[in-house]
Protein backbone atom coordinates (compact mmCIF):
# COMPACT_ATOMS: atom_id res chain seq x y z
CA UNK A 1 0.00 0.00 0.00
CA UNK A 2 2.77 2.36 0.84
CA UNK A 3 4.74 1.92 -2.41
CA UNK A 4 1.46 2.90 -4.61
CA UNK A 5 1.45 5.52 -2.62
CA UNK A 6 5.16 6.40 -2.79
CA UNK A 7 5.12 6.12 -6.98
CA UNK A 8 2.30 8.44 -6.91
CA UNK A 9 3.71 11.72 -5.03
CA UNK A 10 6.98 10.89 -6.93
CA UNK A 11 5.48 11.73 -10.30
CA UNK A 12 3.27 14.75 -8.90
CA UNK A 13 5.08 18.05 -9.64
CA UNK A 14 2.31 20.15 -8.03
CA UNK A 15 4.47 22.66 -5.98
CA UNK A 16 7.64 21.71 -7.41
CA UNK A 17 8.19 25.50 -8.15
CA UNK A 18 7.65 27.19 -4.64
CA UNK A 19 9.83 24.38 -3.21
CA UNK A 20 12.82 25.31 -5.69
CA UNK A 21 12.47 28.81 -5.15
CA UNK A 22 12.04 28.86 -1.08
CA UNK A 23 15.32 26.50 -1.66
CA UNK A 24 17.46 29.09 -3.90
CA UNK A 25 16.00 32.15 -1.94
CA UNK A 26 19.29 32.66 0.51
CA UNK A 27 21.47 32.44 -3.07
CA UNK A 28 19.61 35.32 -4.40
CA UNK A 29 19.52 37.05 -1.39
CA UNK A 30 23.45 37.06 -1.08
CA UNK A 31 24.07 37.68 -4.28
CA UNK A 32 21.91 40.92 -4.61
CA UNK A 33 23.41 41.64 -1.12
CA UNK A 34 26.86 41.12 -2.91
CA UNK A 35 25.82 42.69 -5.85
CA UNK A 36 24.60 46.00 -3.31
CA UNK A 37 28.24 46.10 -1.29
CA UNK A 38 29.97 46.23 -4.53
CA UNK A 39 28.15 49.34 -5.81
CA UNK A 40 28.17 50.83 -2.58
CA UNK A 41 32.12 50.68 -2.26
CA UNK A 42 32.48 51.59 -5.85
CA UNK A 43 30.52 54.89 -4.86
CA UNK A 44 32.51 55.39 -1.66
CA UNK A 45 35.89 54.66 -3.50
CA UNK A 46 34.98 57.52 -6.33
CA UNK A 47 33.89 59.84 -3.63
CA UNK A 48 37.58 59.43 -1.83
CA UNK A 49 39.28 59.62 -5.32
CA UNK A 50 37.34 63.20 -6.25
CA UNK A 51 37.91 64.49 -2.52
CA UNK A 52 41.76 63.41 -2.78
CA UNK A 53 41.82 65.14 -6.10
CA UNK A 54 40.50 67.93 -5.28
CA UNK A 55 42.69 68.25 -2.35
CA UNK A 56 45.37 68.11 -4.67
CA UNK A 57 44.60 70.60 -6.74
CA UNK A 58 43.91 73.06 -3.42
CA UNK A 59 47.40 72.27 -2.48
CA UNK A 60 48.78 73.33 -6.56
CA UNK A 61 46.80 76.42 -6.11
CA UNK A 62 48.09 77.04 -2.87
CA UNK A 63 51.85 76.76 -4.44
CA UNK A 64 50.83 78.92 -7.63
CA UNK A 65 49.54 81.58 -4.93
CA UNK A 66 52.48 81.33 -2.44
CA UNK A 67 50.49 80.19 0.76
CA UNK A 68 50.85 77.29 2.75
CA UNK A 69 50.23 74.32 1.00
CA UNK A 70 49.17 71.29 3.74
CA UNK A 71 47.03 74.00 5.72
CA UNK A 72 45.11 74.59 2.09
CA UNK A 73 44.71 70.73 1.33
CA UNK A 74 43.34 70.08 4.85
CA UNK A 75 40.97 72.74 4.91
CA UNK A 76 39.96 71.15 1.79
CA UNK A 77 39.86 67.96 2.92
CA UNK A 78 37.58 68.88 6.07
CA UNK A 79 35.26 70.69 3.95
CA UNK A 80 34.44 67.92 1.30
CA UNK A 81 34.56 65.35 4.21
CA UNK A 82 31.79 67.19 6.26
CA UNK A 83 29.26 67.55 3.37
CA UNK A 84 30.50 71.37 2.49
CA UNK A 85 30.39 72.79 -0.90
CA UNK A 86 32.10 69.84 -2.87
CA UNK A 87 30.94 67.09 -0.01
CA UNK A 88 28.67 65.19 -1.73
CA UNK A 89 24.42 64.71 -0.90
CA UNK A 90 22.95 64.08 2.31
CA UNK A 91 23.33 60.39 2.28
CA UNK A 92 26.95 60.74 1.76
CA UNK A 93 28.07 62.78 4.23
CA UNK A 94 29.49 60.38 7.41
CA UNK A 95 29.42 57.35 4.96
CA UNK A 96 33.14 57.71 4.74
CA UNK A 97 35.49 57.54 7.83
CA UNK A 98 39.41 58.62 7.25
CA UNK A 99 40.88 55.36 8.74
CA UNK A 100 44.42 57.74 9.04
CA UNK A 101 45.51 61.48 8.64
CA UNK A 102 45.89 62.00 5.16
CA UNK A 103 49.78 61.90 3.73
CA UNK A 104 50.52 65.01 1.90
CA UNK A 105 53.72 65.48 -0.09
CA UNK A 106 54.89 68.41 -1.30
CA UNK A 107 57.61 67.04 -4.21
CA UNK A 108 56.34 63.60 -3.61
CA UNK A 109 58.77 60.97 -2.36
CA UNK A 110 58.33 58.46 -4.83
CA UNK A 111 57.44 58.35 -8.65
CA UNK A 112 57.48 59.87 -11.68
CA UNK A 113 57.14 63.17 -10.04
CA UNK A 114 59.09 62.18 -7.36
CA UNK A 115 61.25 65.42 -5.57
CA UNK A 116 59.89 67.89 -7.56
CA UNK A 117 58.76 70.39 -5.68
CA UNK A 118 55.92 72.17 -7.63
CA UNK A 119 54.02 68.70 -7.32
CA UNK A 120 51.87 67.95 -4.82
CA UNK A 121 50.73 64.03 -4.01
CA UNK A 122 47.68 63.51 -1.54
CA UNK A 123 47.12 60.34 0.11
CA UNK A 124 43.95 58.87 1.51
CA UNK A 125 43.40 55.91 3.36
CA UNK A 126 39.34 55.51 4.52
CA UNK A 127 37.78 52.87 5.77
CA UNK A 128 34.10 51.74 4.13
CA UNK A 129 31.56 50.47 6.13
CA UNK A 130 29.31 48.42 3.51
CA UNK A 131 25.89 46.97 4.58
CA UNK A 132 25.52 43.52 3.70
CA UNK A 133 28.84 43.24 4.92
CA UNK A 134 28.17 44.80 8.17
CA UNK A 135 25.65 42.05 8.79
CA UNK A 136 28.80 39.80 9.49
CA UNK A 137 31.94 41.73 10.21
CA UNK A 138 31.67 45.09 12.04
CA UNK A 139 35.37 45.56 10.30
CA UNK A 140 35.33 48.00 7.05
CA UNK A 141 36.45 47.36 3.82
CA UNK A 142 39.64 49.65 3.39
CA UNK A 143 39.72 52.20 0.79
CA UNK A 144 42.93 53.99 -0.59
CA UNK A 145 43.21 56.39 -3.03
CA UNK A 146 46.42 58.36 -4.11
CA UNK A 147 45.63 61.93 -6.29
CA UNK A 148 48.86 64.30 -7.92
CA UNK A 149 48.73 67.75 -8.87
CA UNK A 150 51.20 70.36 -9.75
CA UNK A 151 52.21 73.62 -11.84
CA UNK A 152 52.65 73.56 -15.31
CA UNK A 153 52.87 77.12 -15.77
CA UNK A 154 53.04 79.81 -14.01
CA UNK A 155 49.57 80.14 -11.58
CA UNK A 156 48.14 77.04 -13.54
CA UNK A 157 47.55 73.83 -12.04
CA UNK A 158 46.11 70.80 -13.48
CA UNK A 159 45.55 67.21 -11.59
CA UNK A 160 48.84 64.80 -13.15
CA UNK A 161 47.82 61.91 -12.20
CA UNK A 162 45.22 60.19 -10.05
CA UNK A 163 45.20 56.76 -8.85
CA UNK A 164 42.38 54.04 -7.24
Not at 22 to 32: F, I, K, Q, R, S
Not at 109 to 117: E, M, N, Q, T
Amino acid sequence: MFARWGLGLARDQAGSLSTVTALLMPALMAAAGVASDTIHWTLLQRLAQRQAESAALAGADALAQNRNVVASVAAELADGMDGGRDGGREGERGALTLARAPIIEQGPSSGPFAGDPLVVRVRLTAVAHLPFAGLFSAAGVPIHVEATAGLVEERMAIAIASNS
